[in-house]
């Protein structure tokens, strides 16, 4: 009996390890199309190192209006982009959005002024938004609570990883102006447009419909066998029994998204996704600016944007292995803020002129650090309680996430050149509030509510709570029996 025992042990353990290794397939590819939404909206800031704006005629305002109104399309995409996905899937809707905005991306090649530039920024972001909750919804149908998280850690790293790589890539390409007479930055907007659009085509054929329908012309036998399906599905239901009555092609209803809107325990998460990113967005969005200013080269400029990139992959990796080991999220998730406040203060402080290499450092630091967000958007899915409030809660969460880099694209203005000084006062006030009171606001308010169902459950009988389990119209976080995380 004991032997029979352990050899399905054993059979059970070596399915799930081949299972697990086709969803890193999945996940793997899930950071190579995010790869291809950072490359095409952030590539305007390689370009800005040779030249960009001098080139076709713009001012520090244009670039501010045109990272403003980039950030507002990806906003109003975000909520229509999810009742697409949930229409006609993720792995059908993202593989279009991602051929749709690289091809964008290439015509900015042709770039010849302010309106041609602000056209095609809002046309990439409005076509880029929704695909990041898409994504991370599509990850939560493949990994259950427990792996989701450090999943998403991956998710967001991959980020830092691409942001290596097109440094590098943008070397070269920039070292092509004068190529039968174009700009480098032209042939830098054409070649990753092309690698993205590349990308996008293999989506169509690399993302599966759900761990249960893997199957297709191209892999008739699928990615798992029957029982690794079970394993799979059984795990994440296991964990989410809601995910059982949900599909990927099942539409949202307004009265749903409605009811979503609504839930106000999710209110603290918001505010949190609109206040906590504000400081970072201005220094990363005139870093390679600064840079040039500063006196050094369009090389020099693109391989110091590096360091900040492979430390935070580090920093980053550790703080969600901190909150997950720590079982926190709010103050785990306020360091990312106590990071940036000892970094803007020397910015503030020091005498002018400011030695080029002295800011490089000082900016190195700051950039470096733990981003929070992969932890946040975990905490948001966790405490949404539902399948299709994780969704639209997602998609709300990352729309106040993107108003706050709108609000962080126009904190530094030309009049307050070239330390900023009065913006960066604005910015550690900020930076207090977060960690003072926003952060421990948020922790008190869901300890506050978990205590309040807490004592509501322990006053029924048995009785009582088998027949409220039976009974209640509460769901989600709204139910006696479920816990927010704090």
Known sequence: MDRSRGATSQTKNRLENHAYGFRFTIQLWACVMFSALNIDRGNISNANSDGLLEDIGLSQADYNLGNTLSKLFFL?????????SKRVGPDRWIPIQVCIFSIISRAQFFLSGRGSLLATRCLIALFQGGSIPDLILYLSYWYDGRHLPIRLA??????NICGIITDFLAV???KLRGFHGYAGWRWLFLFEGIITLAIGMASFFLMPTSPAKTKSKRLPKGYFNDREVKIIVNGVIRDDPNKGGMHNRQALTLRMIWDCILDYDMYPLYAIGLLFGIPKYPVGNYLTLSFKELG?????????????????????????????????????????????LPCFIPLVALPDPINPWTYFAIETVLLSYPYTHAIQVAWTSRNAGTVQNRSVSASLYNMFVQASAMIGANVYQASDKPR????NKGLIGLLCFNVIILYPGTWAYYKWRNRTKERLWGAMSEEERQHYLRTTTDVGNKRLDFRSAA
Request: charged residues 10%; negative net charge; glycine residues 2%.
């Open 76 to 84: 109003i995409a975000e909520l229509p982009s999810q009742l697409i």
């Open 154 to 159: 991956w998710f967001w790293i991959s980020s």
């Open 172 to 174: 070269g390409f920039l």
């Open 296 to 340: 050094f080269s369009t090389v020099q400029t693109n391989l110091l944007s590096i360091p900040y990139e492979v430390i935070s992959i580090f920093t980053h990796f550790g703080i969600t292995a901190i909150s997950e080991l720590a079982n926190n999220r709010s103050f785990v998730a306020s360091a990312e803020d106590w990071w940036l």
């Open 420 to 423: 900023y000084k009065k913006a």
